[in-house]
């Protein structure tokens, strides 16, 4: 298959990941198993596949871009825990790969990699969405170490991270510039981890640091700047995730309207039906277009993507989101029954269009974009 964005080593890896998914994901049912050992059990399946290392940049992994969009769109079709294990080694250990000491890199990447360490990214706190200038964990320094204060919401794979990336104020003020990015290991004292419960299985925490020692990642004060470089980066794909979404909605959908049949016709021989299906497919490849050129242009040389990634992000996860609800619908009765595929799909896919930036926060990020290029 030709694609005006992916070389060949990408098509190649998406492919390889397809073959695991269909042998190892086709059949999960994830409802009924437990998200926190479930993800545990997939790092090492994928760390196994040579897949996890498409998760890291070089020279401990083989991650660009382009690899990463690839790997979750064709995960997220067979398992949105799949994709979960996948993308949080990457986005719990990009800031360590961008600015961490030779030491810090030796020490986690390598087991990052293996999916011996899961990774989180904590950045979200009950007042600090998505303002983040509304941070409130604290850090002191205290000799060779510093100590977090504070609470962390929302945190995907709170209680089985190895590593924690947090984003804590180190300085007195208001703004970004008082931010820094700080490495905690799972196993230092004070910390203390809740578990949530999403709509859909996720393996989702609250995490309270009190005196909790961790080491500084990069330099004081460029926590905000670490954190956007993370976000501009994972952004297109969580909207590669989304167009894996909305392609398995719509297979089951194509699948089920060729084979129900009512008033003595295939649902497939209605024109309003056709009509869905054609709205669907060119609201997944439209989609897929922004995506692939979003981690086309990161990977040839952009220092930064934020409206590319930002539009690409919000087109995909509101067109999964719309794909997704069509295919229910298709479905009549079936779609909203606990175990159809298409019910499973409905619950994952909400989430994505909160994380890493709300839609909301992805328009204003590509307006204000906009914007600033075009002032006189």
């Known amino acids: ?137 604290r850090a002191r320094p205290d000799g060779m170490v510093w100590r977090l204060r504070g609470v962390k919401t929302l945190i995907s794979n709170a209680g089985i991270a190895g590593l924690y990336t947090v984003l804590a104020r180190s300085a007195d003020g208001e703004d970004h510039n008082g931010l820094s990015m700080f490495l905690v290991d799972a196993e230092a004292p004070g910390i203390f981890v809740s578990r949530l419960e999403p709509m859909a299985p996720h393996p989702l925490g609250e995490i309270r640091f009190e005196d909790t020692p961790a080491v500084l990642l990069g330099e004081e004060g460029k926590g905000y700047a670490l954190a956007l470089a993370t976000l501009d980066t994972f952004r297109p794909s969580v909207g590669a995730a989304a167009c894996g979404m909305a392609a398995r909605a719509f297979d089951e959908a194509l699948h089920w309207v060729q084979a129900r049949r009512q008033f003595r016709h295939r649902l497939a021989e209605f024109q309003a039906v056709q009509m869905a299906l054609a709205d ?58 606990r175990g159809a595929t298409v019910e499973r799909l409905y619950r994952e896919v909400r989430s994505l269009r909160i994380y890493e930036g ?14 600033k290029e075009s002032r006189p």
Do not use: C
């Not at 981690?295 to 930002?310: F, H, N, S, V, Y």
């Open 1 to 137: 298959m030709n694609d005006p964005f992916l070389e060949e080593k990408h098509l190649k890896l998406a492919e390889r990941v397809r073959a695991f998914g269909d042998k190892h994901l086709r059949a999960a049912l994830e409802d009924e198993i437990d998200p926190a050992r479930r993800t545990r059990e997939l790092a090492f399946d994928l760390s196994g596949a040579n897949i996890l290392v498409a998760a890291v940049p070089p020279p401990w992994g083989t991650m660009d871009l382009r690899s990463l969009v690839a790997v979750r769109e064709a995960l997220a079709y067979f398992s949105s825990l799949a994709d979960t294990a996948f993308a949080m080694q990457g986005l719990g250990s990009y800031a360590l790969s961008l600015v961490g000491t030779d030491v810090q890199k030796k020490r986690w990447l390598p087991a990052v990699v293996r999916g011996d360490v899961l990774g989180a990214f904590a950045i979200t706190e009950p007042e600090a969405g998505s303002d983040l200038a509304a941070v409130r964990t």
């Open 280 to 337: 669907m497919y060119v609201d997944l490849e439209s989609a897929r277009l922004l995506v692939r050129r979003a981690a086309w242009l990161k990977d040839t040389g952009a220092q930064r993507i934020p409206r590319e990634g930002a539009a690409a992000k919000l087109a995909a996860t509101e067109m999964a989101q719309r794909v997704v609800d069509r295919a229910v619908q298709l479905h009549g009765g079936q779609g909203v029954m």
């Open 358 to 371: 709300t839609s909301e926060i992805q328009k204003l990020v590509i307006a204000r974009d906009i914007l």
